[in-house]
């Protein structure tokens, strides 16, 4: 349990000592989250929103900190703590680590535009000389931190990378320093740079997540054959595979014409008659006798 103090009164109006047990126990804690949520003294993320207010004071006691020093520098975007961009830099430079405040070393190109950012600071436990990562612009291209960011509603967010180039470098080489040399400082909570970075990434996946399936291609349907050769197989089937017979049938049927799929279905019509009529005229007619025994034999 942190017993770091702050000063607080209870029912007895006796000064007595805060400790994050208390902010979510002691209903008085709660009384003053709601008086200070209507304050003009706090941030607009924080207006109205006593819970809110609770979670910082936690966070300042945890954390040794000032409730309003909390508030000022650490916002609330989708339910995400961030800090601001300059707190990393003023973090470190009162954290008691280092010898006086944070140095960037900053190199430009033969334009005078800051193309990378270093930042460094001397320890004060070993006098050594510590870096972060190095920032370069090739660096803030490939990872997209210089493009606009336009949000599912609409909007648009203009990146600071294009207009305040060598203050992004500062911001950003503070953060990989401190990411590096004392991560203690952020707490564990991203910076404002770092969240929209997430946030546009996060942006980016949920419309590929989202983006409508390619429609399933259509099955190929069988080649339909040609009328002509749909007539063919009709009269084939009904001589029962015999070409020449249907052959022939299929030329008096036609007579000259071009087979069409306006005419097919009568000239199908038309050939099923004369296969019927041939077999009915072969059922009929007499067998025909063999010419040396036609004559009578008296």
Not at 155 to 181: D, I, P
């Amino acid at each position: 349990m942190d017993n770091t103090a702050i000063a607080n009164y209870n029912n007895s109006v006796v000064p007595s000592t805060l400790t994050t047990y208390d902010v979510f126990t002691n209903p008085n804690v709660y009384k003053t989250c709601e008086f200070l949520a209507q304050s003009n003294f706090v941030p607009d993320s924080y207006r109205g929103k006593p819970q809110d207010v609770m979670a910082a004071l936690s966070i300042s006691i945890t954390h040794h900190m000032d409730a309003f020093t909390v508030m000022q520098n650490l916002q609330m975007v989708k339910g995400n703590a961030r800090w601001k961009s300059d707190y990393t830099i003023g973090a470190i430079n009162s954290s008691g680590l280092y010898v006086g405040n944070l140095k960037f070393e900053i190199k430009h190109n033969d334009a005078g535009e800051a193309v990378e950012c270093t930042a460094w600071a001397i320890e004060k436990a070993t006098g050594e000389k510590v870096f972060g990562s190095p920032i370069t612009w090739d660096m803030v291209v490939n990872e997209g931190w210089n493009k606009d960011s336009t949000t599912k509603s609409g909007y648009v967010q203009k990146s600071k990378w294009n207009t305040m180039r060598e203050q992004m470098f500062r911001y950003r080489a503070a953060v990989f320093f401190a990411r590096t040399n004392c991560p203690e400082v952020l707490m564990g909570y991203y910076t404002a740079d770092e969240g929209d970075d997430i946030a546009a990434n996060q942006e980016l996946q949920y419309e590929d997540k989202t983006a409508p399936a390619p429609a399933p291609a259509e099955p190929e349907q069988p080649r339909q054959p040609s009328p002509k050769m749909r007539l063919w197989n009709a009269v084939l089937e009904q001589v029962e595979g015999d070409e020449a017979k249907a052959a022939d049938i299929c030329k008096a049927v036609v007579g000259g014409q071009t087979v069409t799929e306006d005419n097919i279905g009568g000239m199908i019509i038309e050939a099923s008659k004369m296969i019927t009529e041939s077999a009915s005229k072969s059922e009929t007619e007499p067998e025909e006798v063999p010419e040396h025994l036609s004559e009578e034999p008296y």
